[in-house]
């Protein structure tokens, strides 16, 4: 069995409404809601991660997507189909996914995506591969600081040197 084109086409409304969204707003309404995000990723067990570098590697993971020609062989084992070939199926689930949409929407969603990274590294003013959210700056070790401030509502300064 293989992974048919026509099975593209049920993913041709998400892939719209990717579309449709303002990189803009995306990252201002990310940018709001920052806070909040990362207090809740702390809570997942990642206490001395910071969510924005989680978003920024997810997002270059799935830019770096592979684009597969040729047949897509699928099996399936028991309720979920995987990829037939071994080095696909051990791909992250977004490299999965940019795959399982078609060639011509991961091309469209990767459009997308680099419009919202790079959206990102305006609003922060830093180079794309030091990326952080508005209101953070690098500790001595490289990581992002979380601006305690900012996430009272005492606005957008910085707290060089804490660990947040």
Do not use: W
Not at 90 to 109: D, E, F, Q, T, Y
Not at 122 to 147: F, I, N, T
């Amino acid at each position: 069995m293989t992974l048919q084109p026509d099975n593209y086409a049920r993913y041709d409304a998400f892939v719209g409404f990717a579309e449709s969204l303002d990189p803009a707003t995306m990252v201002a309404i990310y940018l709001r809601f920052y806070p909040l995000l990362q207090q809740e990723y702390r809570a997942m067990g990642f206490p001395n991660a910071h969510f924005n570098d989680r978003v920024v590697e997810a997002i270059d993971d799935m830019l770096t997507a592979p684009e597969v020609t040729g047949p897509i062989r699928l099996t399936q084992p028991q309720v979920h189909y995987r990829f037939a070939d071994p080095l696909l199926e051990k791909l992250s689930a977004g490299r999965k996914i940019m795959i399982r949409v078609g060639p011509a929407h991961a091309a469209r969603i990767k459009q997308v995506l680099r419009a919202l990274r790079a959206e990102l590294v305006r609003r922060s003013g830093r180079p794309a591969e030091h990326q952080r959210p508005p209101g953070h700056a690098p500790s001595g070790r490289g990581r992002a600081v979380v601006l305690r401030a900012r996430a009272q509502g005492h606005g957008q300064g910085c707290v060089p040197g804490s660990d947040g």
